[in-house]
C-alpha cells in the first residue's frame, strides 16, 4: 500500500438549519430557499433544504484529513439528491486507482455522502498526490 | 431558456484575497478539526473554498446571468476544482476572471432535452501563475425540477 487507507465511515447529523445558515454565512450563497422557512414552502417545498456545496464540503474536509489538505489536485463534484433538515449524512470514501504522473504518484478516490436511507446526495471524484513521506509512514 | 450565444462571453477580472480567518471560518461550518486548516499561519484553502468568490465577484464579473437558465427549472448539476499544485494559501491575493465554457444537450433518461451549461473561473496568483480553475455545470430540465440543491 502507498496510500493511506480510508479513514472510518463518518456521521453527521441529525443535521440542522443551523448547520446550512452556518455554511451560507462561511461560503456568501445566500440563497433564501435554505433558510426561510416561508420562502421554501412558497416555492414547494417542505421546509428549507441543505445547501449542496456544503455536503460536498464534508465530503472536502473528510478527504482533506485523509490525503492532506495540501495535496488536493482536483475535486469533482456531482449533486444528486437535496438533503433536508434532521437527515443523519454519512460520507465515506474509497482509492479507484493509483498511478505516476510527472514523477508524482497520484490517488484517485471516490468520496460520496449518502442519507439516512441510503440514497446519495452527493459524490466526489478527486485526485491527491502522495508524498514520498507518506508513502514511508505508511509502513510498507 | 438557454441562450446558445452566451459562450465565450467572460466577466471582467476580480480580486480575492485568501485570509486565515475565512479559511477557519469555512473548516469549521464544513465540520474539519484539522489543524492542518486551523493551527497553521497559512493554511492551504479547503477543496472546496474557492465558492467564496460570491463576496468578491461583483456584477459585471459574473457572466453567468447571460447564459440565462430558467431558475424555475434550473439545477447546479456538477462543481469542479482544480489545483495546479498545491492550493493557494492565506495570504495569497488572486486575480479571477470568469468565462462561459461550453453550452450543449442532451436526451434526458426520463425522456425531455437537458441542456447544460459550463462555466470557468481562472485563478492566478501575484506571480501570474494559474493556481487553480472552477467549472461551474448547470443544468435546465425540461420541465420543473423537484428540487435544486
Not at chain 2, 468578491?56 to 462543481?79: C, F, I, M, Y
Not at chain 2, 495569497?92 to 451549461?117: D, H, M, N, P, V
Amino acid at each position: 500500500m502507498t496510500v493511506p487507507a480510508a479513514p472510518a465511515a463518518w456521521r453527521i447529523g441529525p443535521v440542522c438549519r443551523t448547520d446550512f445558515v452556518r455554511y451560507q454565512g462561511a461560503s456568501g450563497d445566500m440563497n433564501p430557499i435554505h433558510h426561510d422557512e416561508p420562502f421554501a414552502q412558497e416555492a414547494g417545498f417542505p421546509t428549507p433544504f441543505s445547501v449542496g456545496m456544503w455536503q460536498a464540503g464534508l465530503l472536502g474536509s473528510y478527504a482533506a484529513s485523509w490525503l492532506g489538505p495540501e495535496n488536493v489536485r482536483r475535486f469533482r463534484i456531482r449533486f444528486r439528491e437535496q438533503v433536508w433538515p434532521e437527515d443523519v449524512l454519512t460520507c465515506d470514501g474509497k482509492i479507484l486507482r493509483e498511478y505516476a504522473e510527472n514523477g508524482q504518484r497520484i490517488a484517485e478516490v471516490e468520496l460520496t455522502c449518502r442519507r439516512q436511507t441510503g440514497s446519495v446526495a452527493v459524490t466526489a471524484l478527486a485526485t491527491f498526490v502522495i508524498p514520498a513521506e507518506t508513502e514511508a509512514a505508511d509502513g510498507e | 431558456m438557454v441562450d446558445p450565444a452566451a459562450v465565450g462571453n467572460a466577466g471582467t477580472a476580480f480580486r480575492m484575497d485568501i485570509e486565515r480567518g475565512k479559511i477557519r471560518e469555512f473548516a469549521h461550518a464544513t465540520r474539519s478539526a484539522d489543524p492542518r486548516y486551523l493551527e497553521v499561519d497559512r493554511p492551504v484553502v479547503p477543496p472546496t473554498f474557492l465558492t467564496t468568490t460570491f463576496f468578491w465577484q461583483h456584477d459585471q464579473a459574473d457572466p453567468w446571468p447571460s447564459v440565462q437558465l430558467d431558475q424555475q427549472r434550473g439545477l447546479h448539476a456538477e462543481q469542479e476544482y482544480e489545483f495546479f499544485g498545491p492550493p493557494p494559501r492565506a495570504g495569497t491575493r488572486l486575480t479571477c476572471q470568469s468565462r462561459i465554457g461550453e453550452i450543449y444537450t442532451k436526451q434526458g433518461r426520463r425522456g425531455g432535452e437537458l441542456t447544460f451549461a459550463t462555466m470557468h473561473t481562472d485563478f492566478w496568483d501575484e506571480d501570474g501563475r494559474l493556481v487553480a480553475r472552477a467549472t461551474m455545470t448547470g443544468v435546465e430540465t425540461g420541465q420543473p425540477p423537484k428540487g435544486e440543491t
